[in-house]
């Protein structure tokens, strides 16, 4: 897409911002209140969910042009546009969500068609499956298993969506070593799958829940990239996937960022000297982060392989979001997050999107990989 392109998909989703921001605190207060908003037809989710062509029959349509919002850059605007509004409901609403992109970039044509006719379904949650109790994000020292006789044996935890979720992937062992990861989709009927909601602080729309896998039975298709080589279906194979969804994770900090500048600002009608010094700084280093998330998402649509781009973009927008919405109240006085619901729900939704796709120990420890790198590379040509 065009820079005209993108301004314009913004332009087109602002209503339904504004309307997301205006049920945010019922959805916030009650998750299942996520079906009333989905009955009023506010949220195209359908639309935005990523769809291959021939899966729907009415795509988003931006002045007249289709768009499928397949692109990372796609996703990134999306992400932050709406998540102005509420970004648990961005990552909470039903759809193929960040499995999809695992699915595209490793299934193969059946496995692509198995998915998405399901998820084409209305109101059809999935799940991803990578964060465990004892083991974090970390997918290389993860310990869900699959056990002799094809069984998934482990227990996830922190995955969005996966109590009401029909179909989602799970990241599992099944043998030593770097090629010893692959990536499985799972039907949740299945017997020995067990999941439940946790009770969370914020981002409450996702549901994020726990699941334990007790014998859950595999058979041969259900293995992502069963079509490619070990390396590449694998956990390195997995490695453009993970660059692909952080810029979007970054976007949906970078909204709401925006979201509570924004709303401080609409709260006061003027501000000491000081106190506009601080703003403009956020707004500098908002302009800053939000440039970097396109970058790392035009990369990681270009196929970009190094992981160094969009581990910053995530760490840089998180770090910024935390930081702005812990500083905000305070310019609205003793008691700010009490008075104003809304802001204080924006301070509870940061840290869930520290848990989406790794923390940012796991980001951080990507950059300092990248600039090893890099100086080794330097080493080599000095």
Avoid at 133 to 146: F, K, M, N
């Amino acid at each position: 897409m065009t820079t005209v392109d993108l301004l314009a998909l913004r332009d087109h989703l602002r209503p339904v911002a504004v309307a997301l921001r205006e049920r945010a605190l019922a959805v916030d207060a009650d998750p299942g209140a996520l079906h009333a908003l989905l009955d009023a037809g506010v949220l195209p989710y359908r639309q935005l969910g990523g769809f291959p062509p021939g899966y729907l029959d009415d795509p988003l349509r931006v002045r007249g042009v289709p768009v499928l919002v397949r692109t990372c850059v796609e996703r990134a605007v999306v992400a932050e546009t709406l998540a102005w509004g509420d970004a648990s409901v961005v990552v909470g609403a039903p759809g193929p969500s960040m499995s999809g992109v695992v699915v595209d970039d490793l299934a193969d044509d059946e496995q692509r068609d198995r998915f998405y006719r399901h998820v084409a379904q209305p109101r059809t949650w999935t799940f991803f499956g990578l964060t465990e109790p004892d083991r974090g994000s970390d997918a290389a020292a993860l310990e869900t298993a699959v056990a002799a006789g094809g069984v998934l044996r482990g227990h996830k935890k922190y995955v969005g969506n996966v109590a009401r979720a029909s179909l989602g992937v799970v990241f599992a062992r099944h043998r030593p070593g770097p090629l010893g990861v692959g990536v499985y989709l799972v039907d949740t009927a299945r017997p020995g799958f067990d999941a439940a909601p946790l009770v969370t602080t914020g981002m409450r729309a996702v549901q994020l829940g726990e699941v334990r896998f007790r014998d859950v039975p595999l058979r041969p298709e259900d293995t992502l990239g069963r079509h490619l080589s070990p390396s590449r279906r694998g956990l390195l194979g997995a490695v453009r996937t993970f660059n692909r969804l952080r810029p979007v994770v970054a976007a949906l900090a970078v909204g709401v960022t925006q979201a509570a500048l924004d709303y401080v600002r609409a709260e006061r009608s003027s501000f000491r000297a000081d106190e506009r010094r601080l703003l403009e700084t956020f707004d500098d280093r908002l302009h800053a982060a939000r440039a970097l998330v396109l970058q790392a998402a035009r990369g990681a649509d270009a196929d970009a392989a190094d992981g160094t781009l969009p581990a910053a973009a995530k760490a840089t927008a998180l770090d910024l979001a935390e930081e702005v919405t812990r500083a905000v109240p305070a310019l609205l006085g003793p008691g700010a997050r009490w008075e104003h619901p809304y802001l204080d729900k924006l301070v509870r939704d940061v840290p869930g999107l520290e848990m989406m796709e790794g923390t940012r120990t796991v980001q951080r420890l990507t950059l300092a990989q990248g600039w090893l790198q890099g100086r080794a590379r330097h080493v080599e040509l000095v």
